[in-house]
């Protein structure tokens, strides 16, 4: 027993006298005396403190809240854990080991691969995103206990369901000890009420009160001045069904000691037990009425994974473009290092040739000029560089601190080569957008949940009719074991049943609601035509980006072929003495721009492809990413086992 359990026992005979010595003369059976004490024992172990609450002590639990399951509390057999916080777990800002074992020294060394397990696994707005999905998976527990919905964020909840009459669950009513309807009706017939539905409750009552009444008479209480101890109990429980049924069990005991001569029996115990039930038969009847918030709920769970999944394929393609621009800038560094070399080539020969007399002064500033100019796109080319690495470390770093934009990336793979299979004909390519574009699913659920909507309004349209039927034996005697006993024997049985109805005159409120909900359909019908229409749009651009991208690639590398062609024959007029400083020194700038155009060309496509893969929603398969492996922001890594071979054994 831990030590908050042991404080607890040593605080309850504590309660116990002072309940005595603040004078609560709990006089009578001992059952009532229990009852309070077990009462009050229950509250002091299901809090720490008085008035304050603290979370259940937990077992190892996952370190992401989104791979807890949030739809579930159970209560056995932990039974105090209903009154305890849940746990959830501690914000993780610390980035993950992969990120530590790919840094060797000043470098990290970054494959495709590795940018996007990284981001999977360290990107904030994929981190933030992630706890959508046990957000919405409160929302289903709060929905499954008869609360309403609070929806999550994106989805369509209408406000026409809070006008029904089962809002937040079904309304509560009847009294501790039952009551009675029809009084005119000789006895009365017993009916409890109605219960909230779903989560069932118990109800623990007890009370004493001493009174001293002056009386104007002998002849009915035989005293002038009557005076009573008065001491009762009452434990219900209630519940109420998705079908519109409530059930209430109630036992009620009462202990009275009075001056009194006239009485039959001093003390007086009475008893009383009652069991009713009520059932919705217009308004409110039926699963298809009253689980419309767990519905709703169980959709948005579809819901916010299509959202997780989406910004999830959001932020992988801009790892993804990223990594391609850092493979661009590479290469634009070695085209600008290259024509660096050109022009520090032509500049020294120049200078050699000034010292014979064979070139003048202007050659000479001619060369140095275009060398100036070389060693600013060599600059301009390691700033990008710079500027894209920062660009993709803040990607795929949950912690982006000093030691981490200090080292320097090394990408490790290269620009992707046209293939003629990289992607699928328009008319393929657009059935992969309807099945995978995120905002059609998203789109479809909401008119999903529009017509749990339009069921439950037109089920309120209804009156209300209600039946309902209690069984209430009652016992009275000196002895509370055998007034007890008396009701248990059903030597004073109560019966009765009935039916309560309600017309609402006009019924202009439900006619709106009802209205709301159809007039809602429509426009999410819209809306779902335009996500349909914005893919088809977004697809057909990709495919129309990805052909052109290809006719760029194509034709860079024949003006680049072209241009090396001139360069190399204007260097060969010019060491013959053809050609001018200003003629190589041109072919130089061309040739650069040539082979740079090229690097661009080859980046423009692959990013081409990143778009349609976007466009289509295919990106995640395409690039072999488990939506389950992004919910727990791990991605496994194949095992490094020496001697261990990819290639297969002949």
Known sequence: ????????????????????????????????????????????????????????????????AAVYDYTRRPAFPNFLSSYTSPYVPKTRLANSDLLDQLISGDKLNLSLADAVALAIENNLDIGVARYD???????????????????????????????????????????????????????????????????????????????????????????????????????????????????????????QTSNSPAQLFNPDLTSNATIGITQELLNGFGRRANARFIRIAQNDQQFSRSVFRQRVTENVSKVISTYYSLLADVESIHVATEALGYAQKLLEDNQEEKKIGAAAQLDVAQAELDLANRQQDLLTAQNTFEQDSQTMKSLISRSFNG??????????????????????????????????????????????????????????????????????????????????????????????????????????????????????????????????????WDVSKAVALVHQAQGKLEASNKVADLARQTYDMTHTKFTAGRATVREVITAQTQLGTAENDVVQARAGYARALVDFEQATGTLLTRHNIEISNAVQGTVPRPKNIPGDSDTPKE
């Open 403 to 536: 030691q981490i934009a200090a080292v320097a990336i090394n990408p490790t793979d290269r620009l992707p080569n046209p293939s003629a299979n990289d992607i699928p004909s328009l008319t393929e390519a657009l059935k992969e957008g309807g099945t995978n574009r995120p905002e059609i699913e998203q789109a479809m659920v909401n008119l999903r949940n529009q017509e749990i909507t339009i069921h439950a309004t037109r089920n309120a349209l209804l009156p209300t009719l209600t039946a309902f039927a209690a069984y209430s034996p009652q016992g009275q005697e000196a002895a509370f074991g055998t007034a007890l006993g008396q009701v248990f024997r059903n030597n004073y049985p109560g019966y009765g049943y009935g039916v309560t109805m309600e017309i609402p005159i006009r019924n202009r409120q439900a006619q709106a609601d009802a209205a709301r909900a159809l007039l809602e359909q429509r426009q999410l019908e819209m809306k779902l035509q335009q996500a349909r229409n914005q893919m088809v």
């Open 133 to 255: 999905l046990p957000i919405a998976q409160t929302d289903l527990l709060r929905a499954k206990a008869g609360g309403a919905a609070r929806g999550v964020a994106g989805a369509n909840i209408s406000q026409a369901l809070f006008g029904g009459a089962l809002g937040t669950g079904v309304s509560g009513g009847g009294g501790g000890g039952g009551s009675n309807a029809g009084g005119a009706l000789g006895g009365g017939i017993p009916n409890v009420g109605s219960a909230s539905c779903c989560d069932p409750e118990v109800r623990v009552q007890y009370g004493w009160g001493f009174t001293v009444t002056p009386l104007n008479y002998l002849g009915l209480a035989g005293v002038p001045v009557q005076s009573a101890h008065t001491n009762f109990g009452s434990t219900s429980y209630r519940q109420g069904f998705l079908t519109g049924t409530s059930l209430i069990v109630d036992v009620f005991g009462a202990r």
């Open 1 to 64: 027993m831990n030590q908050n359990v042991s404080a607890r026992w040593a605080e309850f005979p504590k309660l116990s006298r002072n309940l005595k010595e603040i004078g609560l003369k709990m006089e009578g059976n001992r059952l009532l005396k229990a009852l309070l004490l077990v009462s009050v024992a229950i509250l002091l172990f299901a809090t720490d403190e008085w008035g304050a609450q603290k979370p259940a002590e937990q077992p190892p639990q996952p370190s992401e």
